[in-house]
């Protein structure tokens, strides 16, 4: 029995509505091997069609099928909020963060790595690309942590997922804010020039400063804002 939410593999002669062959779930059985569909990244549905069989029965892709001869002992607890994006043709195994860029990889344990000078543990921020022609990669890569010590990785990972999140996303709006109030709107680079005359000697360099003191704390935009004012003050004496 075919059930809502099965991943199935259809008729080649309704293929050309998806990407591939494995890009669809069903919807709901309607009996005799034919169940409404739709693809995986829409929620489009399509009318019955016949189903060639049920792909939910072979495993599901992680560590383990990609690389079976990984210990198992050796994975250490992926913290929650990581899926297992682990591809074969890659050099072991990774864990995506969803939302943040953030991925870990995990190599091999000491002895079993194609390089053993290597660190274990590997986090980066970028951006990771399915799989296109048996290949997946990282772009855009800024490397956050290489480690052997799995503890050392474990508490890091909350600061480049969440809070340190947070506080790009606040140095972001707050060089925003600085540069707009300061020159009207006007383009950079000369908004920017213009900000730094406006300032005096408390450039937006002096305000990126100030953020790096906040460094414990979870939300330091109101902070930074009262001191920013403070120093415009300043400033503008």
């Known amino acids: 029995m075919i ?13 050309d509505a998806g990407d591939s062959a494995f890009d669809w779930i069903a919807v709901d059985d309607e009996g005799n091997g ?15 069609v016949n189903v060639v069989r049920v792909d939910m029965l072979e495993p599901a892709r992680g560590y383990a099928t990609e ?6 002992e050796a994975m250490p607890p992926i913290p929650e909020g990581f899926g297992d994006a682990s591809w074969r043709n890659d050099l072991c195994p990774c864990f995506q963060h969803e939302g943040s860029g953030v991925v870990l990889w995990v190599d091999y344990p000491k002895g079993m790595q194609e390089d053993d000078g290597s660190a274990r543990f590997n986090v ?15 772009g855009d890569v800024v490397e956050l942590l290489a480690s ?5 990785v474990a508490r890091a990972l909350p600061t480049f997922t969440g809070q340190q999140l947070e506080k790009e996303k606040c140095e ?12 009207d709107g006007m383009a950079l680079p000369v908004a920017m020039r213009v900000a730094r005359f406006r300032l005096g000697q408390a450039t ?4 990126r400063a100030m953020l790096a003191e906040e460094e414990a704390s979870a939300n330091p935009c109101p902070d930074l804002m009262a ?5 415009i003050g300043k400033g503008a004496q």
């Open 34 to 48: 034919r169940v409404s569909i739709k693809p995986t990244n829409t929620g489009l549905a399509f009318p019955p």
């Open 172 to 183: 972001d709006e707050f060089t925003r804010e600085t540069v707009d109030g300061l020159t």
């Open 227 to 231: 001191r920013l004012v403070e120093i």
């Open 3 to 15: 059930k809502a939410g099965d991943k199935v593999t259809i008729k080649p002669d309704f293929q």
């Open 124 to 138: 980066v921020r970028c951006t990771m690309v399915d799989p296109v022609g048996g290949w997946q990669y990282c």
């Open 67 to 72: 690389f079976p001869d990984f210990p198992a």
């Open 148 to 152: 052997d010590d799995w503890e050392e």
């Open 204 to 207: 937006i360099d002096d305000a």
